[in-house]
């Protein structure tokens, strides 16, 4: 069997999400973004983040993720690229903004919340025609265009080491011959701080997926890290 043909894309999809439907075999337009990228307000007027994350659930290795760069215009708004991948599954591109807003609790405490939004564009995604069994329609998943927009809130209560934070997005995106595809993650986690420049997270939280022809729902995990650089490549 190729790896990259639609039945190994069903055997991989059915490894990483709880089927929530009795259907078996997936259809879906890929993510954008699989990673939330840690815990709001940590990215500053001046900063250039640079750090990555890993998605995956409780009874496997990590399957997605990808890269991210985000650079500080004001303490208030920064903006975001990366991308990201899944193995014979897809890779995707993305762009955005962040608007963040902080509020100052008591001495080294501070409440933070921040709106994520953006588009992307990338190859990927599996369309099955039977609900056992992927029989597909003839094209691997780097041969579907895909892309659309995303939409996120974030919350956190940051310390000097510490932060405990949550998010909430969620995904419109379509590809070739597949059905527009919601897909909505939350998750919650604790993100560590070093020296003022590496950043260190790891969230847990459930993830799913619905269209027209097929939906599910699992439990992630996610894992992460971040290096804060000032604009001239040198660490802060």
Known sequence: TRYDDPARMHRHVAAVLVVAASACAPTFAPPLRSGTMGAPGRVQAGDVDLGGAAVGTVASAPRYG????????????????GGDFAASGWAMGFGGARLTGRVPLRKQFRLVGDTEFGAGAGVGGSRCRGAW?????????????????????????????????????VQ???????????????????????????????????????????????????LGLAVRLSRRGSLR
């Not at 990808?66 to 690229?81: K, M, R, Y």
């Not at 691997?140 to 909430?168: D, K, M, Q, S």
């Open 133 to 169: 069994s992927c029989v597909g329609d003839g094209r691997r998943w780097y041969e579907r265009a895909a892309g659309g927009g995303y939409l996120g809130v974030g919350g956190a209560l940051r310390w000097r080491i510490p932060t405990i934070y949550t998010r909430l997005r």
């Open 172 to 222: 419109a995106t379509t590809a070739t011959s597949i059905p527009s595809t919601i897909w909505t993650t939350w998750n919650s986690g604790v993100e560590l701080r070093f020296a003022r420049r590496v950043s260190l997270w790891a969230a847990v939280g459930l993830a799913d997926y619905w269209n027209r022809r097929d939906s599910r729902w699992g439990f992630i995990y996610e």
């Open 66 to 81: 990808g890269p991210a760069l985000a650079i500080g215009i004001t303490d208030g708004v920064a903006i975001e690229a």
